[in-house]
């Protein structure tokens, strides 16, 4: 991989984006693809923001700078390891969070549910939101920004995770009222009642994991990772989420590729499935009272 004869910081982002195509690296789906990503990398790798003047864009590069977007550029061609972990940031619902292989790379639709607080569908201003299988804490913190007056509690059985979740916390000064807690989902949660639940759990496949991109393979496997038909998790906090819910209480989960086997699997549950632009990844909402029904099944 040659790159000499690169000087400006334009130089090294049309580089990398033919480098970008010619290996054919995976991007995030919210993003615009190459030139993004190799303006995110270029600049951020120099701790430049990504909306810096097209002035600058013509400055050469010190001899040690250089050196350094180099070195991220190869990492992630030859590595494929994804940007967000080599910057140590992803942004989520317009949100700086940090970010590390300890935890998934934020990335749900629920970015586009959380700004709109799940309307109708949520009854009441909530006072107190858990976010299961938190990761980075990415769901529970934009609910924390959006409902400023909610307590919210971040739960993860990764004690990696939590930390990183911690981090976060502090990141946007949440300390007064954002929770981390350890638990195996709702096992050591006991008997405490939200009035919104939200949640990304695990829900791959078995075998689903090592058709994913490379980039996928940094992330934790835990993460994604959830039995044979990937609906392992998903069908324990649909069965246990009616004793966690307030009365008007709302559990909104995503439940990825998995929307027409679970109408299969509850054919008597009305679910409701929020509208946004993944077309691949489904949203569902319940209300405490559809939980309730679905426990008594
Ligand atoms: C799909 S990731 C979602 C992370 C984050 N909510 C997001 O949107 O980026 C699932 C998370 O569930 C956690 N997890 C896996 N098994 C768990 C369990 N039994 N109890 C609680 N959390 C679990 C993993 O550690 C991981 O952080």
Aim: with cysteine; glycine share 4%; aromatic share 8%.
């Amino acid at each position: 991989m040659s790159n000499s004869g690169l000087a400006t910081l334009r130089d090294y982002i049309r580089w990398a984006m033919s480098q970008f195509k010619q290996t054919q690296l995976f991007f995030e789906p919210d993003g615009d693809g190459l030139f993004e990503e190799a303006r995110t990398l270029v600049l951020g790798s120099l701790h430049l923001p990504y909306e810096l003047h097209d002035k600058y864009l013509d400055c050469n590069l010190h001899a040690d700078e250089h050196a350094i977007v180099q070195n991220i550029l190869t990492k992630r061609i030859e590595q494929r390891i994804p940007a967000a972990y080599l910057l140590g940031e992803a942004w989520f619902a317009g949100l700086p969070f940090k970010v590390d292989e300890r935890v998934m790379i934020p990335r749900s639709p629920l970015a586009q549910l959380i700004p709109q607080h799940f309307a109708p569908w949520l009854m009441k201003t909530p006072l107190r939101i858990l976010d299961l299988c938190t990761g980075s804490g990415c769901l529970g913190i934009a609910c924390a920004i959006e409902f400023d007056d909610a307590e919210v509690m971040l739960v993860d059985f990764s004690e990696d995770a939590l930390q990183v979740a911690k981090e976060n916390i502090a990141l946007h000064q949440l300390e007064q009222r954002v929770f981390t807690h350890r638990s195996d989902m709702f096992a050591d949660l006991r008997a405490q009642r939200f009035d919104l639940i939200v949640c990304k759990p695990p829900y791959l496949q078995a075998d689903a994991w090592s058709q994913l991109p490379r980039e996928f393979q940094h992330e934790p496997q835990e993460s994604s990772h959830a039995g044979n038909d990937g609906l392992e998790f998903i069908q324990q906090i649909l069965q246990q989420s009616s004793q966690h819910l307030t009365d008007k209480g709302l559990l909104v989960i995503e439940v990825g590729e998995h929307q027409q086997r679970l109408t299969e699997v509850y054919p008597d549950t009305d679910f409701i499935w929020l509208e946004h632009s993944h077309n691949d990844t489904a949203v569902l909402a319940l209300t405490a009272q559809q939980c309730e029904a679905l426990n008594n099944m």
